[in-house]
């Protein structure tokens, strides 16, 4: 009771502590919402003040993203430039080996036309030589046909001289065709060895074809034999994973047979162990009947038990309930205590909050203003550079205009040079076909006279011939006469001196004398007619020889206009290559002005286009300060504004503060009456619990027994249960194994039989391999046996170049026998000479008997002459052969050389294009270059805009610090990879 009025007691003045407390706390409550209507309105207004925030940092983001896009689309461009760079660059290394190999071969060219030149003037100066040798030819042949005249004069010579020096003349002349025919086997020899080395060079090519055909087939067969190797090793691969797989599965059919035996073993096991189960459940059912008897027992403590506890309980629930009450009061006032601590915290903070955010609000007046006198700064320093570039602006230009009409006037002279360039090529070139012309008129001329001269030659001995024969007609017609007096005087004086046996012996010699008068009457007429025949014979041939003469004349007049002709087309042709070059130097001239103007005017205009981009960027620069200007001072008077807000926020705070405090003081009294109240409670609540877990204990533990007996009880059900159940899953078990065991026997067989049609496939491909390598082998013997032919080919080809450096060593020596046997010769006709003097002195005394030996004598030196004559002619007609074909092979040379002048020109128009695609290429750098300042420029614009909007002045001037420092960097890069480029 005494208690209860204790209770009492403590809850009517808990009662009134608590209507005191409601009244402060609606006080509180109150001065609390006008602190929250003042906090709502601050963080709707920092709300506010943060939405904003938001808004700009994600327009702000999205600048940022939108940059970023364009930045990557920068870096794209610039990478495709820099690839586009390599291409041209790479195109530029080969356009370059390309020139190389153009100067290469131009340089060739020119050895080959150098070398051809030479061989020109070797053949000039053969061609002089040979003219040379054909005068002193012509005249041999001249002092032969005097010597032809004077022989028929030397009638009388003395015998053995003259045998003498007909036999010295036969063996001379036997020599000079000994050496001739050598000289003739010795050309045709080298013509036979130029075949073989031609052949040699043909069989060498074809070799060589044969060669890279056998290389083409090597590389054919290496690239079957890679593939079927390849194949090969895929089929080797797929035989070993066949393999490993064919063991995999043979250790697991051996496993399962294995388990197969171990599981009949359990299942035999499980057989016996259910029997004994069995055995084991009857026990165990006797032990659970007894273990019911006892449960019957336990039963009745157990509700006794119950009962009491039940007692326990209802007194403990009283106490439960008061302690809860207490408890729920000093919840209560804790956690009154605990708002008023959040209320106090909530206001530091915001009073924290208050005073940071005016330390920042005078940090940002400080920096704005430091901010504003910087841009007022940098505004005027760009006006003055703007005004300094729209200065430079004009000079440029000023310039350009000027640049750009002279480079007109230089284009207008550059094309009228060009005209005149061409006018003067086609004149050249039309005076070398004049000059063409020319010496194909004078050379077929030069023939016609060689031929003319040829044929009055033949002519004038034929007229020799002629005379000769009419000569001999003549002295024997007068020998006839002569014979005819002589019979005549014969007759005469046989009748004077045997006038007395006239008429005896008269009518028989008379009759004979008469014969003979008639017999040599008759060879007089004969010899008669024949002179006669003679005579009209050598008139004819004497008309035909002045005819041919007259021809010859007029042949040498022609020849004499066409040389003329060839002189004045060469002086022609001279003087036109000199006009072409002076215009074609002045053409050059002229353009490589109009370039250097040209690059200057590209200079002024990208000098301009600087200077406009800077105009530019100044303009925008200065535009940018004066909206930051602008922006900063607006920004100083938010500022302001926000400070003044700030202070009256801080006095309102303070007061809050202070009544918090207040208000805590009170609760925290009341907290400490109601603690003590509690711990009575408390300590009764603990021994009424102590009672009714010592009868919890007690039933738990009769529980307890009952469990364990139906535990045991279910526990031996439960083993018999699993036993069958495992007997079951182990049948069923081995059936399985039994199923899988058939089906890896299936896989086992048809892996094998995978596995023997991939071993047959890979023996194909082994057949087939060795046959490729068989053949692969063959065509190596080939080639090495081509290589050896080829080598074989080479030795011959170097020895017959040897053989013919001999036989020309040998031509050359055999001519210079030539020439002195032809000194020879002449010494021999100068002595001849000497001894027709002595002939002719003796010539009075010679008998007239020995005159028709002389004459036979002479007729068969004369036959002997004329094989000479023919043979001189033969080899002067083989000399003419000779000199038009040198003449052909320096007009194929002269077109050879035209060939390749045209080649050179279409190499050098080739330079030229070339030289204008890097003009083009340099401009297109140009241009990307400007993109990508422009772009640079507009990325700079946005970083600056996007820092002013951040308002943190010393990190913008570290970026732009930065932008300048890569600004530098790109530009020297680009510089240096100009300069490597050029």
Known sequence: MGSLNRLCFNNSKMASNAAEFNDLYQKKTAELQKLKETCEQEYKQVEESEKEVKKDCENIKKDLIQMKEDKDLINNNIEQNLTNLQILQDGQQILN??????????????????????????????????????????????????????????????????????????????????????????????????????ECENMIQELKRKLLANENEMKQLDEQLNEMKHEQEQLKRQQIDLKHQEEQLQNCLDTLQQILKEKEQNIKQKTSDIDRYQQNIQKLQEKVNTLENEVVKLNDEMSKQREQLSLDEQELQKLQDLYERCENERKRLKHEQQ???????????????????LDDVKLLLERTKANIDQQTSKLNNFKSELRLLQQEYVTLENDLTNQTTLAEQLKHEQEELKIACDFAETQYHNAETALSTAESNESNQQTTVHGLTRDYNDLVFDVEEAKYAMDRAESELQKFKNALKKEEKDLKTYEDRFWITKKLMYPRTESRIKKAIESVKKEIRDAEREYENKKNSYNRIVQKKNDVHEQKTRAEKKLEEYQRKVTEATTNLSNRKTKYENTKNDLNKKTSNYRDELRKQKEIAAKLQNTDRQIKRKEDVIQQTTTELEREQNKYEQYQDQKKTIDENLVQLNGQLNKCKRNQNTVLEQLTVNQSELDILNSKKNHQQSTIDKDKQ??????????????????????IRNEELLQEAKKADVQQLKQQLGEQQEQLS????????????????????????????????????????????????????IVKQQLESKQKIMEDKIKLLSKQEERLFNDMKQMDLKLKAKQEAILQDQKVITEQQLTTKL???SGQYEIKTNQFQAEQEEIQRIKTQCNQYQQQLKYCQQSIEKKQIDLEQIHSKLIQFDRRKGEIKNQFDLKKLDLEAQQRQIIYENYDPNLLENEIENENEDDLYCENNQEKDLKSYR
């Open 863 to 865: 036959e002997q002459l």
């Open 698 to 719: 007690n039933i738990n533990q009769i529980k307890d027994k009952m469990t364990n007996n139906d535990n045991q009880q279910q526990s031996l059900k439960r083993d």
């Open 97 to 198: 080996q390309e020139q190389k190999q153009l100067t290469q071969q131009l340089n060739a060219q020119q050895q080959i036309i150098d070398e051809y030149r030479q061989n020109i003037d070797d053949y000039k100066k053969q061609l002089v030589q040979q003219q040379k040798f054909m005068n002193e030819r012509t005249e041999e042949q001249k002092q032969l046909e005097q010597k032809l005249a004077e022989l028929k004069q030397q009638e009388n010579e003395n015998i053995k001289q003259e045998n003498y020096l007909q036999l010295s003349l036969v063996s001379l002349q036997q020599l000079i065709v000994d050496q001739t025919r050598e000289i003739e086997l010795l050309k045709t020899n080298a013509q036979q060895e130029q075949i073989k080395i031609n």
């Open 750 to 801: 048809n892996i094998k039989h995978e596995l023997r049609q991939k071993q047959q496939d890979i023996q194909k491909y082994d057949r087939t391999i060795h046959i490729l390598e068989e053949n692969k082998l063959k065509v190596e013997q080939n080639k090495i046996n081509h290589l050896q032919q080829l080598k074989e080919y080479e030795k011959q080809y170097e020895d017959r170049q």
């Open 339 to 357: 708002q008023l601590l959040n209320e106090q915290q909530e206001l530091l903070d915001q009073k924290k909050i208050i005073e940071q955010r």
